[in-house]
C-alpha cells in the first residue's frame, strides 16, 4: 500500500504482479514497476523480487525507458509550456495575476468615472 497503482513504466493497472519502489520508506518515490515491464526489458524480475525491501525502481536510477509515465509526461509538459510563445503559469499564480488584473481594472474605471463627475 502507498505506491501508485499504474506501473511507472507501461501505466498499466494491476495486469501482473508488480514491486513498490524501496525509496518510498525514505518519502521520495512512490513508484511501482510490474513483471510484465521487468520481462520486457529483461531486468531481474526473480531477484527483484525476491529481496522487495532493496528494489530500487528505474526512475530513481535515471534508468526509465523511453515510453515511461516521466517522459511522456516531459514531452506533454513542454508542449504546455510553449502554448504559442506565452509562459504558462502554474493555476495559484495565474489566478493571482488574473485577481490582480482585475482589480487594476476597477481602480482604473472608478478613476474614469471620478473624473468626470468631476468635470
Known sequence: GGGSKFCHVCRHLGRS??????NMKRGTCKKVVCE?????????WTAAASAPDDFICCHCRRECPPKASCHTYKEVNKRRGKDNGRKVLPLKKA???????????????EQASDAQASH
Open 17 to 22: 504482479a508488480f514491486l513498490l519502489c524501496s
Open 36 to 44: 510484465r515491464c521487468f520481462v520486457k526489458h529483461n531486468w531481474d
Open 95 to 109: 489566478a493571482a495575476k488574473e485577481e490582480a488584473a482585475a482589480d487594476a481594472l476597477h481602480q482604473l474605471s
